[in-house]
């Protein structure tokens, strides 16, 4: 067993071992090693106690409907079949997976599928109640229904990796070895399970930088002109075209950046923005741009610079093959796509891409963009100012410190699993385990909104203590790349501080554990005032001296009338213990 | 359509050839298989166990049916039982599947 693999059980009723076969030998990242369960013994799985409590990180359960629902098996064989029975084992499944989910991390469920070769009722299939179709239909979503809310539960579409092959199910493998499907369908599976867990691992991708001439629009602007190039129109090129900004522009909805890098002179290339009403994209949808004659990938990682994200996070887009290759091999862990030559392929190219997933989608992804927008506004106006600190001044900034609650939880274990810059310790965990971890005596944590005069950039920051008789020790610090640098780590470490010294303990002691990525913690901490032992990598404060909060900065706990929030900074600008 | 006999045996080779290359998308890279008309698949000392023979036997008829445009029924035999040796090695096999496409295409 590799010790950096994550264990996955496999659940099902018939024999999967061709899909952990797959999982096994694949060594892209996130490696997997998996268990598989006695195949037709579903339920007996599900409900076992005690197997896989401490190795185990995922489960995955993939059955056949009538494995899952015995009286489904009747509506197979168009026998008469008792609907409210039908339904009442749907939710029997249903409980018994989330008792199995309380095992792992996460818990994958494949949706049910009735094989093509089922012809069920034909025109009637989807018009009667006994439809094996509309059924199957039914079932499913009073499945994905009882599982809703169950955080850590994902049913998972079966059908898409049936939609490998022309034929998906084998009778003859069935019958050599209870396997239904083809090997391809197991590949696909894999394929998309490592997806699935590398989402919760934090792997989204978060900016699309994009080329513009012969890739957001046909032709070449600079020698056609703005009038000229393909875009829209009575034209399948241009109408394709539209449509690849049609899917750049949801992506952009669902909180993934957009920026440009492009060979051209800016001034000529944004006339296409600004004078072609066909241009869906317009350039208050990109959180930035290169467009000039310099290298690519050096753009690009100006970008990366630009908009505080790591390099890991980018995906570029390019119809050059040469371009291509060149930010390949200058920026390895940008992902490159090969791209279509074919420009009608250009949108669905896009839309198959599975690096965007996201575990959940907040509302500070939806709102991502402007974030950004503002801030390139709050970086322009920094220039006028005399100093950094009249400039901090100037953003009227605010933070909302609160303690971990359900309609906060989703965002602080998204940014938990996704931060990588400004983190102390890169500690992932779900909800249920930041929940467990949180139920122990002596254990702290505490959520921070930021928002200034330009924007609300939203639940941006997370810091947790444990705590033993003499020493509290910070086991997260972490905070969003996009409000790093504005005083708010400090805000953190005063919270952390003033807490440690209510809970008795004389010193508050952050360790640091380097990554390939959180080198701008480590950089925070060396500054921040705290000691630093080289040997431990870690750094200390004594509690009983105040820590110097930035003045610039309003501290608010909400449920506070504001004579209280006055009270929450003392003079010399130190976070109360009325936080607290 | 109708294939000459060493253009069968040849067009066999291919397929099964083709399918070990699928196949071995599921071995581990120490167990993949070889593309050698001598290698022992299934029996003694064969590389695939009896899950693995299954998926190769259903990945070999898609790539014959491809090669030969008919379909080709490589389990008229119990392919477990190793009477027939069909399954012995590559080349054993190759002459099986092309005498079956040969008797289906009528040569």
């Not at chain 1, 050599?176 to 083809?182: E, F, G, H, I, Q």
């Not at chain 1, 970008?303 to 887009?317: H, P, R, T, W």
Request: charge should be negative; glycine fraction near 6%.
């Amino acid at each position: 067993m590799n010790s950096d693999a994550f264990n996955l059980r496999l659940v099902s009723d018939f024999n999967i071992e061709t899909l952990g076969r797959y999982l096994d030998h694949d060594a892209a990242w996130p490696r997997i090693t998996s268990a598989a369960a006695p195949f037709g013994q579903i339920f007996p799985s599900l409900l076992e106690t005690g197997i896989g409590e401490s190795d185990q990180d995922f489960c995955f359960i993939w059955s056949s409907l009538e494995g899952a629902v015995p009286s489904s098996r009747k509506m197979l064989d168009f026998d008469l079949v008792d609907r409210e029975a039908l339904f009442a084992e749907v939710s029997y499944f249903a409980e018994c997976v989330k008792k199995c989910h309380t095992r792992f991390k996460a818990t994958f469920v494949a949706s049910w599928t009735v094989p093509s070769f089922y012809r069920g009722l034909g025109i009637l299939d989807f018009q009667s109640a006994t439809g094996l179709r509309r059924l199957t239909l039914e079932m499913n979503l009073a499945l994905v229904k009882a599982l809703e809310g169950s955080a850590g539960i994902y049913v998972l579409d079966a059908s898409r990796w049936l939609e490998i092959t022309g034929n998906p199910w084998s009778p003859k493998l069935w019958y050599l070895s209870k396997t239904p499907y083809r090997s391809e369908v197991f590949g696909k599976a894999a394929q998309e399970l490592k997806v699935a867990i590398g989402t919760l691992l934090g792997s989204a991708r978060k900016l699309v930088v994009i080329d513009l001439d012969d890739t957001l629009w046909g032709g070449i602007i600079g020698e056609v002109g703005w009038e000229n190039i393909v875009l829209g129109g009575h034209d399948h090129r241009g109408e394709a075209f539209v449509d690849f900004q049609r899917a750049l522009k949801s992506l952009r909805n669902r909180g993934i950046l957009l920026a440009i890098a492009s060979k051209n002179q800016e001034e000529v290339a944004l006339q296409a923005f600004q004078k072609r009403p066909e241009m869906l994209l317009r350039l208050e949808d990109f959180a930035g741009w290169r467009i000039n004659w310099n290298d690519k990938a050096a753009n690009i990682a100006a970008l990366a610079s630009e908009l505080n994200l790591g390099l890991q996070s980018i995906v570029f887009i390019d119809d050059n093959p040469v371009e291509r290759a060149r930010v390949r091999e200058a920026l390895p862990e940008v992902l490159v796509p090969e791209w279509p030559e074919d420009r009608t392929s250009y949108a669905s190219t896009l839309l198959q891409l599975n690096c965007f997933d996201l575990p959940q989608i907040t509302d500070e992804d939806r709102a991502r963009t402007q974030m950004y927008i503002r801030a390139r506004e709050r970086e322009k106006g920094k220039a006028e100012y005399q100093s950094v600190e009249a400039w901090l001044h100037s953003l009227e900034t605010t933070v909302t410190v609160e303690e971990l609650n359900e309609s906060n939880l989703p965002r602080v274990v998204q940014l938990l699993n996704k931060t990588n810059q400004m983190n102390l310790s890169t500690r992932r965990m779900t909800g249920n385990e930041l929940s467990e971890w949180l139920k122990q005596e002596r254990r702290r944590l505490w959520a921070f909104r930021v928002r200034d005069k330009f924007s609300d950039s939203g639940l941006t920051g997370i810091v947790s203590l444990q705590a033993d008789a003499e020493s509290c020790r910070i086991v997260d610090f972490l905070l969003s790349c996009r409000v790093m640098g504005r005083d708010v780590e400090r805000v953190m470490v005063a919270v952390a501080i003033q807490c440690c010294r209510s809970l008795g303990c004389a010193e508050l002691i952050a360790k640091y554990l380097e990554t390939a990525k959180n080198k701008p913690c480590r950089d925070f901490w060396m500054k921040s005032g705290f000691a630093y032992n080289e040997t431990e990598s870690s750094f200390s404060w004594t509690a009983a001296r105040p820590y110097p909060t930035p003045s610039h900065i309003q501290v608010i706990e909400p449920g506070r009338d504001q004579s209280e929030r006055e009270l929450l900074r003392s003079p010399e600008g130190n976070v109360s213990a009325a936080l607290l | 359509m109708t294939l000459r006999t060493s253009n069968h045996l040849d067009g066999a080779f291919d397929a099964i050839y083709a399918a070990i290359a699928e196949l071995n998308l599921q071995l581990p890279r120490n167990k993949q298989i070889q593309r050698r008309p001598d290698i022992v698949l299934f029996g003694e000392n064969g590389q695939l166990d009896s899950l693995a023979l299954a998926n190769f036997i259903v990945i070999t008829e898609q790539k014959l049916e491809e090669s030969f445009g008919i379909q080709v029924d490589l389990t008229q035999d119990d392919p477990f039982s190793g009477q027939s040796g069909h399954f012995r090695t590559v080349e054993s096999l190759a002459r099986y599947a092309s005498s079956l496409a040969e008797n289906k295409t009528g040569e």
